[in-house]
């Protein structure tokens, strides 16, 4: 099967197990008896957290890629995880969502020839928001479709290392390479489908699941703040991404 693919189905089958455990969970934390149950109203307002983290696979990036085959098959990571944090507004079956997500770790492959150890060290943030429109009525779940605009950065290190004797005394000799910090910034369109419980009460705390795309609007250059790059090649985003969100809500 084709890699990116594949790695579609993986996520959506961890969107549909996320989103089947996180909408049962709730259903416990906001039922009330029947007679006390709330009608929801037009408005609310929520404030977004990701404690179980955003996880994302690029699938863009590939005139990168092509050049690091180049230095002996170097692959850029795939797999990242972001924390993440956010604001909403509802109004009806129209929901407006504002997110920002930072990388927890880094990302880091490496591969080795002879004494020589080349790396490549990766940080990836986006910033995007969305506006997306309830389709599917139900008594108690939010079946949203969502379309934006974001901004996506990345950052790059690349460097070369020997694993021969370093003489601490003579740093005029170094026995390796470091490269010029990286970065490639870009203007994002993204789709996101999204399952969230409504609310049972006038504040209330639910729990929530998204599963969306992002792909890159042109092919920026990757520049460099430390120098003035050469040749410069040009990239596109492309990101499928997964994120299960604690919602805070309170209906207006």
């Known amino acids: 099967m084709n890699r990116p693919y594949s790695s579609f189905a993986l996520v959506l089958t961890l969107f549909l197990f996320c989103a089947t455990?996180?909408?049962a969970q709730t259903i416990s934390l906001d039922e009330l008896q029947e007679e006390e149950i709330y009608?929801?109203?037009?408005?609310?307002?929520?404030i977004l957290t990701f404690p179980l983290s955003t996880f994302s696979y690029q699938t863009g990036y590939e005139n990168m890629q092509s050049r690091?085959?180049?230095?002996?098959?170097?692959?850029?990571?795939?797999?990242?995880?972001?924390?993440?944090?956010?604001?909403?507004w509802r109004r009806k079956n129209l929901f407006y969502n504002?997110?920002?997500?930072?990388?927890?770790?880094?990302?880091?492959?490496?591969?080795?020839?002879?004494?020589?150890?080349?790396?490549?060290e990766v940080r990836d943030g986006n910033l995007d928001?969305?506006?997306?429109?309830?389709?599917?009525?139900?008594?108690?779940f939010y079946w949203i479709i969502r379309s934006g605009l974001g901004y996506h950065f990345r950052e790059m290190?690349?460097?070369e290392v020997s694993s021969t004797p370093f003489d601490l005394e003579d740093f005029r000799n170094p026995v390796g390479t470091s490269w010029p910090q990286l970065e490639h910034q870009s203007i994002t369109w993204?789709?996101?489908?999204?399952?969230m419980p409504k609310a049972m009460r006038k504040v209330s705390v639910l729990q929530s699941a998204q599963l969306g795309y992002k792909y890159g609007l042109g092919s920026p250059q990757w520049k460099s703040q430390?120098?003035?790059?050469?040749?410069?090649?040009?990239?596109?985003?492309?990101?499928f991404y997964l994120r299960a969100l604690i919602v805070i809500n309170k209906e207006n």
Do not use: C, W
Not at 39 to 46: A, E, G, R, Y
């Open 68 to 88: 690091l085959n180049s230095i002996g098959g170097l692959e850029q990571p795939k797999l990242f995880e972001h924390v993440s944090f956010g604001v909403g």
């Open 157 to 159: 290190n690349l460097k």
């Open 226 to 239: 430390e120098t003035t790059l050469v040749n410069p090649i040009r990239d596109r985003v492309s990101t």
């Open 98 to 120: 504002l997110n920002a997500s930072f990388p927890i770790f880094s990302q880091r492959k490496e591969i080795s020839a002879g004494s020589m150890t080349r790396s490549v």
């Open 129 to 140: 928001f969305t506006i997306g429109y309830a389709l599917l009525p139900s008594e108690r």
């Open 21 to 23: 455990s996180l909408s």
């Open 190 to 195: 993204d789709i996101a489908f999204e399952m």
């Open 39 to 46: 009608i929801p109203s037009d408005k609310s307002f929520m």
